[in-house]
């Protein structure tokens, strides 16, 4: 018997997340019967989707969603063996039971000195968004100027890293000095801080005078309607998130990009990464590729603690991350 520790979302949230919003439950989980293993925790991931994903597939009452990284302690599976690491879709919960079904056995040839707990980020979902945006969305091509937004975060990170690689000029926007600082020293061509300069408009101008041909956008509302009208013709736009948007308790109102994408013949496309679940293998692979080549870097936010999970979401929803959000028990 094991005693496990899981966060409950006791309340929808109502605009930002509050702490009375979360529960925390603590209960004796049975042995693993034939065929099951048991998991513990070892990182857990908070990601921005967790906010609108809440309101449309949760119930109060329920284990909030989540991706970690955790280590099998009993085993009646042999696909799975005491000691090794599973990415598993288990939620916030320090242990779990799992007949293996929803388990990704982290690749056999990871590095020894990279840490697992990049399977939650750039050699994990994020960095997969990233590729698939890329790759399968916009279909970047050499010599184009690329715009990003949330630049600094999980996501962003890779997108302007992998735009470099295929050897683009790459415009980030981040929400401090600090961040900007960090995206520079990735090798961003044009980095600015969205929240202090005068005028966003001017900012996207200076920076790619020559408009943008692919906009990776993470953020929606305001900036994307100061974007758009920066794009060049035919200007293809991957819509991944739309962070500034997943507080609202009321959605806001337009202005409406229609005109916009009528006369630069825009083509904008929301996507999801698992639409390209097929690809995942050979993709972590030439993620974990470049990361050993050097050509692509990552950085983490950790807090310590499960406790702490509720505190590291909503930071991470206020931008306190550079680079991925990770929980390490
Ligand atoms: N479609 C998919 O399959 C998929 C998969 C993964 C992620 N996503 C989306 O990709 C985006 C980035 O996700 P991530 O995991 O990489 O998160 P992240 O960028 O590591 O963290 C979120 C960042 O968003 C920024 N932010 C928060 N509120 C904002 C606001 N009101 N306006 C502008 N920026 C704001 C903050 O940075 P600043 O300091 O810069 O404001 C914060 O650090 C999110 O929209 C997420 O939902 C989509």
Same mark, same amino acid.
């Given at each position: 018997m094991v005693q496990a520790k899981s966060w409950i979302l006791a309340k929808h949230f109502n605009g930002f997340p509050k702490d009375s919003d979360f529960h925390l439950k603590v209960e004796e989980l049975p042995e693993p019967k034939d065929g099951e293993v048991l998991l513990e925790a070892v990182f857990l991931s908070v990601d921005p989707y967790?906010?609108?994903f809440s309101r449309v597939h949760m119930k109060e009452g329920d284990v909030m969603i989540g991706t970690q990284v955790a280590k099998v302690i009993q085993s009646k599976n042999p696909a799975f063996p005491v000691g090794s690491h599973v990415v598993s879709h288990s939620g916030w919960r320090t242990h779990a039971v799992s007949d293996g079904k929803d388990l990704t056995t982290i690749m056999s040839d990871w590095a020894p000195d990279v840490s697992l707990s990049l399977a &939650?980020?750039?050699?994990?979902?994020?960095?997969?968004?990233? &590729?698939?945006?890329?790759?399968e969305v916009l279909g970047l091509q050499k010599n184009e100027t690329l715009l990003v937004n949330a630049a600094?975060?999980?996501v962003g990170t890779v997108v302007g890293q992998i735009?470099?690689?295929?050897? #683009?000029?790459?415009?980030?926007?981040a929400?401090?000095?600090?961040?900007?600082?960090? &995206?520079?020293e990735l090798g961003f061509d044009e980095a600015f801080n969205y929240k202090t300069v005068p005028s966003l408009e001017e900012a996207l101008k200076k920076a790619a005078?020559?408009?943008?041909? #692919?906009?990776?956008?993470?953020?929606?509302?305001?900036?994307?309607?100061v974007a758009l009208p920066q794009m060049k013709n035919f200007g293809r736009i991957a819509v991944c998130g739309s962070i500034s948007t997943y507080n609202d308790s009321t959605p806001q109102i337009g202005p409406y990009p229609h005109l916009t994408m009528i006369f630069k013949q825009l083509r904008m496309e929301g996507f999801m990464q698992n639409r390209w679940e097929h690809k995942h293998p050979e993709s972590l692979k030439r993620l974990m590729a470049w990361l050993k080549e050097g050509k692509l870097k990552?950085?983490?936010?950790?807090?310590?603690?499960?406790?702490?999970?509720?505190?590291?979401?909503?930071?991470? &929803?206020?931008?306190?991350?550079?680079?991925?959000?990770?929980?390490?028990?």
């Open positions: 967790m906010r609108p &939650l980020g750039t050699i994990g979902m994020p960095g997969l968004t990233a &590729l698939y945006g890329i790759e600094a975060g999980a735009a470099k690689i295929k050897g #683009c000029k790459v415009v980030g926007s929400g401090s000095d600090a961040k900007v600082a960090y &995206l520079t005078p020559e408009g943008y041909d #692919c906009f990776f956008e993470n953020v929606g509302g305001h900036f994307s309607t990552s950085r983490e936010h950790i807090t310590k603690g499960f406790e702490n999970m509720p505190a590291a979401f909503m930071g991470l &929803l206020q931008g306190e991350n550079i680079g991925k959000a990770i929980v390490a028990v």
